[in-house]
């Protein structure tokens, strides 16, 4: 079984709305309405193996130099396997044919970043997301979420 990424397209939306609301069903993702999700379609990526979708990620950018991964799921009965992996490491060539240097994320699973090169950082190296984000947020001054970052070369 080889795992495969690729740009997501709109008829992934289906697939990618629920399986980010399984997440944030348990509080561990933001939600993202289907409209929301087809409206930003061009910023996620996609894996599949044997053409079944098994996780997406999305990549935004905060700043001039800044892209936050978003959004990184793995479909049940699929976790394990390096598909997180093999998605975060899509979406960091994404970040380099956009020549932009930093990327980060609010995670829970920070040894899972920290096993593909990211390190533990203070949230408040980040302005930027938390005037995106952050302001909007109900767990805003109770954020238990750890950041992370990597200097893309």
Request: proline share 3%.
């Amino acid at each position: 079984m080889t795992t495969t990424c690729r740009k997501a397209t709109p008829e992934d939306v289906d697939s990618l709305y629920e399986l980010i609301r399984g997440y944030a069903e348990k509080g561990i993702m933001l939600p993202r309405s289907r409209d929301v999700l087809a409206r930003q379609i061009d910023t996620f990526v996609v894996a599949e193996i044997d053409d079944e979708f098994v996780g997406c990620g999305s990549l935004f950018q905060l700043g001039a130099e800044l892209v936050e991964i978003r959004s990184l799921g793995i479909s049940e009965g699929h976790k394990g396997q390096g598909i997180g992996s093999k998605l975060v490491q899509f979406l960091e060539g994404e970040a380099r044919e956009q020549e932009l240097p930093k990327i980060m994320a609010l995670t829970y699973e920070a040894n899972f970043f920290r096993k593909n090169g990211y390190e533990i950082v203070s949230k408040d190296i980040f302005p930027e997301k938390v005037w995106t984000d952050c302001i909007h947020c109900a767990k805003q001054d109770r954020c238990d979420e750890i950041a992370v970052l990597k200097i893309l070369n």
